[in-house]
């Protein structure tokens, strides 16, 4: 069995001064160092997200809330561990509340296919690219525009006329 190099002082010192570096550009704002971390570090968050959410998507949501708790706490990172401690951390306390959280939730899809005892989809899958396609998953014909459709168009023409009514009655200063 091949036994793990100590580091030496020397490189222990390099390390605490490239995190203090790292933590130092992420507190100013700086994009490219964030960037850097989310390319590193999100496919093994994702792994990790994963293990204790059900979906591949939920563990995605998982990861972008936790980059999103980063981005605003890192200015009350106390630096009593690395960076990457700290934002493991919050990966995980974010995936098991998630998880838990969706333990406790029943889909709609799921009750419709008990009530009627067979299978449910909310979408035909005949809208959807098939496996295999070049896009699969993605909508062969999406759905038409709610503001294109022609009552809410009308809706819509009859909510800004009475907001465009609205604004008139105001005093001026409000008005403007």
Do not use: C, Y
């Amino acid at each position: 069995m091949a036994s793990v190099p100590t580091p030496t002082p020397e490189e222990l010192a390099a390390a605490d001064a490239e995190e203090r570096a790292l933590l130092a550009r992420l507190r100013a704002g700086d994009a490219m160092a964030f960037e850097m971390l989310v390319d590193r570090w999100t496919p093994s968050m994702l792994r990790v997200a994963r293990m204790h959410v059900a979906t591949q998507a939920v563990a995605e949501e998982v990861v972008q809330d936790t980059w999103l708790a980063v981005l605003r706490g890192i200015d009350r990172f106390e630096g009593r561990s690395s960076v990457r401690t700290w934002v493991f951390r919050i990966l995980m306390n974010q995936a098991k509340t998630r998880g838990v959280r969706e333990k406790r939730t029943v889909p709609f899809a799921s009750l419709a296919s008990a009530e009627t005892e067979e299978e449910f989809s909310a979408v035909d899958a005949s809208r959807f690219h098939p496996e295999g396609h070049r896009v699969a998953g993605h909508w062969a014909s999406p759905p038409p525009r709610w503001d294109e459709q022609p009552v809410e168009r009308l809706e819509s023409r009859e909510t800004i006329a009475a907001i465009r009514r609205a604004i008139d009655d105001l005093p001026p200063a409000q008005r403007t």
